[in-house]
């Protein structure tokens, strides 16, 4: 289960404020609840955990084996934001910092991006490998995937010939769109993304699940987690972790001025959880010119560079921690006769409790420079856990929307970057747009 610890924002609020905030929250948590707000009918995620049919869950396992049958040793992951976050956090959560096991297919991500080098390299890649793909787009649309797809489609057509279908599968709307038009025309596995769940909440659709599943991780144990997490936090009560939350960040941000909410983790395999984090709160919350602004750090490393900053820069922000409380693997630092380093004061302690003693210090330091800390603490990294904590930031980020005001669930202003570059790359039907930016530019 997560669990939220405010003591770091004690001397930031007293309990009459906190609780204005908590009854915020509490009252959100009812809109929430009783579906009647903005955005109601994007509301599938919440019942995720518990009605993910079997079948769907051993389709997924189905595509693992099969392709495991034939030896895929590179998956192609194309999709953009909600539709590639939460599977690529989970898997980089979830593998060895290094080594890919034994028969166990490296998964990558593509079309999150429209960097021509970034593509090629890829195909260097496939070029040395045998591989599949497994491509998402719940509109079959995006550009990004599109062109990713395009390639790395006719990379499979022209290596595989017939047998590219059988690597291809689609992860994407049930009636609509180009991407089901095609896997119908060419037979692909196709897998559906929910009308009622948005992308940034889809990580336990296959959106996620499928590859999370193909890069050989337990994703019943991932539903599993979330399953408990809701059981805990549909209760409505002052001490569910999921209110708290979202009561003491709209606190600090309406009267304390906190305008940036910093995401911390003291442990790499997090960096994919820390921006999956920022789309999933950056999009809900960030419309109707308010919102907190999503940033990260992972330490210690960025206390060598961003902590500078957090220490005594302005004093915008405040810190939420994801604290593991146990680590997976333990290494302890030994005795050394010549002390050069002068480290033995260290001997016989883990590198963990020395990254515990950072966290620890740097939270001091952080209160006493003016910014507060919330910690969101979970036992260990494992698939149990990764879906409680999804299931936790889901619904404490509609919870604090509802409380801030806005609708968590659209994302009107994607699309105005959107409509200039079609404009600018000459797209059939924008042409009045397109000579509107070209007199813009001057040319
Ligand atoms: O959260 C969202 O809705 C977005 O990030 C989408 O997931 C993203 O734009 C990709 O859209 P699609 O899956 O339609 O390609």
Not at 30 to 51: H, I, T
Not at 221 to 227: C, E, Q, Y
């Amino acid at each position: 289960m997560v669990k939220i610890d405010l003591g770091g924002c004690n001397s930031f609020v007293n309990d009459a404020e906190y609780k204005e905030y908590l009854n915020k929250a509490l009252d959100a948590f009812d809109v929430l609840d009783s579906e009647n707000g903005a955005g109601n009918d994007f509301l599938g995620w919440k019942v995720l955990p518990n009605e993910t049919p079997e079948s769907l869950i051993s389709a997924c396992e189905a595509v693992r084996d099969d392709w495991k049958s034939m030896g895929i040793d590179l998956v192609i992951t194309i999709g953009i934001g909600g539709s590639y976050l939460g599977a690529r956090c989970t898997i980089e959560a979830l593998s060895h910092s290094f080594i890919r096991p034994e028969g166990v297919p490296q998964v990558v991500f593509a079309g999150n991006n429209l960097s021509e080098e970034y593509l090629s390299e890829l195909m260097d890649l496939a070029q040395t490998r045998n591989t599949a793909c497994i491509v998402i787009s719940k509109s079959g649309t995006t550009t990004e995937p599109a062109v990713a797809f395009r390639i790395v489609k006719e990379y499979l057509d022209k290596t595989y010939g017939q047998e590219s279908s059988r690597r291809i599968v689609a992860v994407t709307d049930a009636k609509k769109g180009a991407l089901k038009t095609l896997s119908t025309q060419e037979g692909y596995r196709t897998f559906i993304v929910p009308d009622n769940v948005g992308g940034r909440f889809s990580v336990l659709t296959p959106v996620g699940l499928l590859p999370i599943a193909v890069a050989g991780f337990d994703i019943r144990a991932l539903l599993k987690g979330a399953a408990d997490e809701r059981e805990e936090l549909i209760k409505k009560s002052e001490d569910n972790a999921a209110i708290k939350y979202a009561a003491m960040r709209n606190f600090l941000h309406s009267e304390k001025n906190k305008a940036i909410e910093i995401l911390v983790t003291y442990n790499p395999k997090f960096v994919y959880l820390a921006e999956w984090w920022k789309q999933l709160y950056g999009e809900s919350e960030g419309k109707d010119f308010k919102g907190i602004f999503p940033a990260s750090v992972t330490n210690t490393a960025d206390l060598h560079s961003m902590g500078q900053f957090i220490q005594e820069g302005s004093r915008t922000m405040f810190e939420t921690v994801v604290t593991i409380e146990n680590a997976n693997r333990t290494m302890v630092i030994n005795f050394d006769e010549q002390n050069l380093d002068q480290l033995n004061f260290l001997a016989g302690k883990n590198v963990e409790h020395c990254n515990a003693m950072a966290q620890l210090g740097t939270k001091l330091a952080h209160i006493d420079g003016g910014v507060p800390q919330m910690e969101v603490k979970i036992e260990r990294i494992n698939e149990y856990n990764l879906g409680s904590l999804f299931y936790f930031f889901e619904l404490s980020c509609g919870i604090s929307a509802y409380v801030l005001g806005v609708n968590p669930f659209n994302q009107p202003g994607v699309e105005a970057y959107k409509k200039n570059m079609f404009a600018l790359l000459h797209k059939p039907g924008y042409e009045e747009q397109t000579a509107a930016i070209l007199k813009r530019l001057g040319e």
